[in-house]
């Protein structure tokens, strides 16, 4: 690999792994992404998004997270509404929109399709392992957002 790949692509997509990794840890250990190290998240995104673009960047940046929020938090609405249950934690969706202040709206694709395929990978491989799976059976999904942010960092908003 050389330097300037290592530097122009892999480097940035590590950025956020200071919090991201202590995240998927709190959250497989007690169901939770901490507020304080998604805000931490979304904080350092715009500030990133500041340095790039200027206060414009910020402003998008916001913007984006707030887009990305209320289409979670609408999805997540909407399935409860469906299903009579919650399938996806308010901390997820305040994860998915603190990663849009990294990845913009049009990375997201790209950040829930890892998190989504490396999620179901998780459950075939448990299931390979002998452990039962059904409607009830609860998956901290902090981790595999994580990973998708950085896969989205990584492989840009086309992927």
């Given amino acids: ?18 919090l991201t990794l202590p995240a998927s840890v709190i959250d497989l250990r007690h169901r939770i992404i901490p507020d304080a190290l998604t805000l931490a998240l979304l904080g350092l995104g715009l500030g990133l998004a500041g ?17 990305a929020y209320g ?12 299903s009579g249950r919650i399938g996806l934690g308010l901390g997820d969706v305040k994860f998915i929109a603190a990663a849009a ?20 990978a998780a459950i075939g491989l448990m299931a390979l392992a002998g452990r039962r799976f059904g409607r009830e059976t609860a998956l901290p999904f902090g981790p595999f957002l994580a990973l998708g942010l950085h896969a989205a960092l990584l492989l840009g908003p086309a992927g």
């Fill in 51 to 67: 340095w790039r673009d200027g206060i414009a960047g910020i402003g998008i940046g916001l913007l984006e997270a707030g887009l």
């Fill in 71 to 82: 289409l979670f938090r609408g999805l997540r609405a909407l399935h409860a509404r469906a």
């Fill in 101 to 120: 202040a990294w990845t913009g709206l049009s990375g997201l694709p790209v950040l829930i399709l890892a998190a989504s395929l490396s999620a179901l």
């Fill in 1 to 18: 690999m050389s330097a300037a790949l290592l530097a122009g692509t892999v480097l940035p997509a590590l950025l956020p792994l200071p």
